[in-house]
């Protein structure tokens, strides 16, 4: 499974069972209420290079 990200983008690649695996976890990992465009906005900002 890979992630791309570009600002204000996500890019999933894998099968659908690998992303949604994925998702949990990053849902774990953060604020239960946490949007996932909200997330994506932080995690873009703090990739040097995006």
Known sequence: M???Y??????LT????Q???KLRQW???T?????LADWIAVQT???PGS
């Open 27 to 29: 849902r774990r990992e």
């Open 6 to 11: 570009a600002k204000g983008q996500l890019r």
């Open 45 to 47: 900002l703090e990739r």
């Open 14 to 17: 894998g099968k659908a069972w």
């Open 31 to 35: 604020d239960q209420d946490m949007l």
């Open 2 to 4: 890979r992630s791309y």
């Open 19 to 21: 992303i949604r695996h």
